[in-house]
């Protein structure tokens, strides 16, 4: 597969995914996960694992000004397992969850879904979030052409130049 960035990289399926192991302020892990927490692929039997699918506003971390230590983790992803796991803490419960990015920016709704059935289900979530916006209604209302396969969300619909 091409590198695209020190970012992203060519897909088949997904046109472009996360490069594993990306430098700030789109870092990622070992497996092209937002954020530098590593995970095993097999999830361990006191876990649950939450995978949440979506685009920039779920992948983004805060600005610089919200994060002036350069946290990789200060996702909206990484702050809900830290808050689920410091709940079943003070609760006396033991149990552990591990809540896993998958978001890429510029993804539409068919391209989370592509996402999961590429990468996503092999992780073996026990839930699925997918939080999707402003990408499917732009693609869908402003672009000329729309296609039910989203085949024509990659062109740059304002120009005559692509987009990616």
Known sequence: MKRKSLYFKD????LYES???SPFPLPTNSMGLIGKVEYNKKKKKNC?????????????LPPPEENKYNNPNLSVTHLLESNLNQKNKDLGINSRYEVMNLSSSAY????CLLSYLCKGRHLHPDLIISYQG???VIWAIIAKGFLKDYSHAR???FSNQECW
Request: include cysteine; aromatic fraction near 6%.
């Open 11 to 14: 897909h088949p399926y997904c």
């Open 19 to 21: 490069v594993p192991n």
């Open 48 to 60: 649950k694992r939450i995978l949440v699918l979506g685009a920039s506003p779920i992948e983004r």
């Open 108 to 111: 539409t709704s068919y391209e």
């Open 134 to 136: 402003v990408n499917d």
């Open 155 to 157: 062109k740059n619909n």
